[in-house]
């Protein structure tokens, strides 16, 4: 194995938009989405969470208190848990001021709106399970979510979405349930366990701390369920050189809070 990493690959990574375009817009909301399309982002990656009455939603803490204005609107609600809340509490909630007043009135989106903003033929999503431990049954919601939503039809499923997970059982279900569906771990499981995670993950996305030449060959070198080589998405990169060193060490993708940069000088 060289020790030494060969020059960035000409083709580049791709970029996904980490949260929508989040250093530029709240995280997570319709916002970020639209300033992700209005830079021509394809991918973005959100997260996808559960109410108290059953409807997914897109947020990624399991609390409300970071994103949302939930302790002055609900302040006897401690801990304020995603969990805890109907949708029509949540929807009360301005998911924007904390990130600047412009966006007062932002609202935690419904998975649903959220796939209906995005552009079916030309954007793709990259959908994290977030806490699914939290939430029974979220990955055959999330998944009939999609379907009812016209993304698990072939154009989507060859290449416009992967549902991603720290969870090894919530893939694992995920692909037990529709083994179509592309899958990213989150996480760098040891060279030696790789295997195991290829038999229900097609992506190992790793913290970028822990990319290496020689990881990212090893992971290469596997095939996932369809056979074809596991691939590598690194988070989370929001400089250049980070970015520059990814791709020269091999990395199929990089998740970033700054799209526009990132794709700039990567590609
Ligand atoms: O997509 C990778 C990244 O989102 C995982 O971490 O905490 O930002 O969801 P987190
Ligand atoms: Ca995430």
Same mark, same amino acid.
């Given at each position: 194995? =060289?020790?030494?990493?060969?020059? @960035?690959? =000409?083709? &580049? ?7 929508? @375009? ?33 409807? /997914? ?17 609900? *302040? ?5 848990? %995603? ?17 600047? *007043? ?19 033929? +030309? ?7 977030? +806490? ?21 039809? +072939? @154009? ?10 720290? &969870?090894?059982?919530? /893939? ?8 179509? %569906?592309?899958?990213?771990? /989150?996480? &760098? =499981? ?6 195991? $995670? ?14 290496? $030449? ?7 070198? %596997?095939?996932? =369920?369809?056979?074809?080589? /596991? ?16 791709? @020269? ?11 526009? %940069?990132?794709?700039?000088?990567? +590609?």
């Amino acid at each position: 194995m =060289p020790a030494q990493a060969a020059p @960035a690959d =000409p083709s &580049s990574p791709t970029v996904f938009a980490h949260r929508g @375009a989040s250093t530029e817009a709240p995280e997570n909301t319709l916002a970020a989405v639209r300033r992700a399309h209005e830079q021509h982002i394809k991918w973005i990656e959100n997260d996808v969470q559960r109410t108290k009455d059953g409807a /997914l939603v897109v947020i990624h803490d399991a609390t409300l208190s970071r994103t949302t204005d939930v302790e002055q609107v609900f *302040p006897d609600r401690s801990p304020w848990r %995603v969990a805890d809340f109907t949708l029509a509490e949540i929807r009360r909630l301005d998911a924007g001021s904390w990130f600047a *007043p412009r966006f007062r009135g932002e609202r935690v989106p419904t998975l649903q709106e959220y796939l209906t903003l995005l552009d079916r033929d +030309q954007q793709g999503l990259l959908l994290e399970l977030k +806490q699914p431990e939290l939430y029974p049954g979220v990955e055959k919601q999330t998944v009939d979510a999609l379907e009812k939503a016209g993304w698990l039809d +072939q @154009a989507h499923l060859a290449g416009r979405l992967v549902i991603q997970s720290f &969870s090894a059982d919530a /893939l694992r279900r995920t692909h037990e349930l529709r083994p179509a %569906v592309v899958t990213g771990f /989150l996480g &760098s =499981p040891p060279v030696s366990r790789l295997k195991e $995670y290829a038999a229900f993950a097609d992506q190992i996305n790793p913290d970028e701390k822990d990319v290496t $030449y020689a990881y990212v060959q090893a992971v290469h070198s %596997v095939d996932g =369920p369809d056979g074809k080589p /596991l691939r590598v998405n690194a988070w989370t990169v929001d400089d250049l050189t980070t970015a520059v060193r990814m791709a @020269a060490l091999g990395a199929d993708g990089i998740i970033t809070n700054r799209p526009d %940069v990132i794709r700039n000088g990567v +590609q």
